[in-house]
Structures are given as C-alpha cells and as structure tokens.
C-alpha cells in the first residue's frame, strides 16, 4: 500500500497551523487558519468552463432555479446569480431579435402578475407579441398603471406602431394606443390567444412567474435580467424555426 502526506498551507500567509472547518456544498474540505484567522476551501476549484457556463445557462431558461443549479450541475448559486447578470447586460436591444414587419401584422397586447421578494411587491410585465412570428416585440416589468402602459408603447419599434392591435378591457390601452388601430376584447374572442399562450410557455419554463411558487426574484434588478435573458432566447428561437 502506498501512502501520500499532503501538506497544505494557508494561501494567505502560508502556515501550516490549519483545522478543519466543515465542507462546502460540493463536499470540499474547508478550513480554518490559526495564524491569520482566514477561512477558506482547501483545492477550491478555479472558474468553469463555457460548456458548463452554457449548460448552466440552458438549465436557467428551462425551470431549474440558482439552488437547482447548485444541486444538480455543482455550481454555487450566487456563480449562477452573477452570470446571469452579466449574460442579461450584454444582450443587444430587443429590436435587434425581430424580424421584418409586415403590413397586415397584428400585435396581441397583455398583463401577467408576478412579485419580488413578497407577494405585495406586484410586478406586472406587460408585453406585445407579433401574431404573425410569435415573437415579442415589447416589455415594460412595472406596475399596472396607466404610465408602464404608456412606457410599453414607447419600447414598441416605430415599425411595429402602425400594427393593429388587441387588447383585453385594461383602460390604460384605450387611454395610449390608436382607438382607429387597437381594440379591446373579451379573452373569449379569441384575438389574445396567442399572447396567452406565450405566457403558459414562460409560466413553464420560468418558475419565478407561477401563481403559486417557492420559486421568486429577490430584485427587481434580477427579476427583469431573468426575464430579459429568456426574451432574447425565445425571440432568436423563433428565427430558427
């Protein structure tokens, strides 16, 4: 039987007076320095590769949240937090996603509920999808007044302005859209359904905007980078199909 002696040294200031101080959440052992009273992970692993960034990325955009990640691919959720970030800051505009308008396009306007933090911090996320491509052509994340209404039309691409539109019987779209362009209708119409649709498909893939779910933003800032970072794929999706 060979044997090997390992001796480690604190990365700080280089003693040998270390003790074990538990484990971290991939099962490394971590310690503690008696000289200079620092904490650490002994071997931490140094940064991933883009394979697991990109594994970890596909993993965000189909239900699993940051602790999932961390449970089932090894990444630290706070790694995952960052990430997103970073890939949500450079994504180009949203214009950039959409196809070519067409004239006789029409947009489907609505409103799904979600929070941050608790359930009385209400976020509504209001968005116009193109019936035609299925994309999302818009999104405002804010309350449900007559101002994010006003700051959705602002974001639409002056292209797409000229689209008829529909509508359900919020007053905020009488107040701001074309009476001669937009309409408000029942949801048995049939003229929202796709927009409806779209908002089952984000309910499925993105747990933080179910009704009922353990699943939630803790800002505002990471609500919309979420949410942002789906968009983007879902629209460059569309364009592959």
Known sequence: MIQ???TH???KCGSTNLVKNGHDYKGSQKYHCKTCASYGTLQAQRGYDEATREQVKRAVLDRISLRGNERVLGVSRHTVADWIGQWASQLPPLETTLMDVQLDDVLELD???SFVLKKAN???VWVAVCRRTRQIVAYVIGDRSEASCLRLWQRIPRAYQRCH????????????FATDRHQSVGKNSGQTNHIERWFNTLRQRLARFVRKTLSFSK????HEAVF??????YNQACISQ
Not at 165 to 176: M, P, R, T, V
Not at 228 to 233: A, D, I, P, Q, T
């Open 165 to 176: 539109s529909f509508s359900d019987f919020c007053h905020a779209y009488q107040l701001i």
């Open 4 to 6: 090997t002696i390992v």
């Open 122 to 124: 209400q976020r509504w």
């Open 219 to 222: 800002s505002e800032h990471f």
């Open 9 to 11: 040294r604190c990365p």
């Open 228 to 233: 942002r970072l789906f968009v983007h794929h």
């Open 111 to 113: 409103e799904l509920w």
